[in-house]
């Protein structure tokens, strides 16, 4: 199992960029996929989640209303869109396989994890 983030790099404040995830290995549709970052000299946290079959999703309350993720199975794939970025936005963001049914995003329900890709807000 294999997951690749890629389309981190350099914003400016307000602006945006999408996150990729390509899954190998495994059929997406049997997880979930659920998005974390870690910033420096800070635990890692769950942004956002879809479920793996009927497309629920979940967003922290610190991206709420920015940031959409989203998959297409048939591809393989999983994106997170992330609009109107701030400085705190800026960490390392990693994508993982997660278990379903649970009601927060935690280290604890992921099944593989991504390598990381990074995002920096700054002017």
């Known amino acids: 199992v294999q997951l690749v983030e890629s389309g981190g790099g350099l914003v400016q404040p307000g602006g945006s960029l999408t996150l990729s995830c390509a899954a190998s290995?495994?059929?997406?549709?049997?997880?979930?996929i659920g998005w974390f970052r870690q910033a420096p000299g800070k635990e890692r946290e769950g942004v956002s989640c879809?479920?793996?079959?009927?497309?629920?999703?979940w967003d922290a309350d610190s991206v709420k209303g920015r940031f959409t993720v989203s998959k297409d199975n048939a591809k393989n794939m999983a994106y997170l869109q992330m609009n109107k970025l701030k400085p705190e936005d800026t960490a390392i963001y990693f994508c993982a396989s997660i278990l379903d049914g649970y009601a927060t995003l935690t280290p604890e329900i992921v099944v593989d994890w991504g390598q990381g890709t990074q995002v920096t807000v700054s002017s």
């Open positions: 290995g495994y059929r997406m549709e049997y997880y979930g």
């Open positions: 879809i479920s793996s079959d009927d497309g629920r999703t």
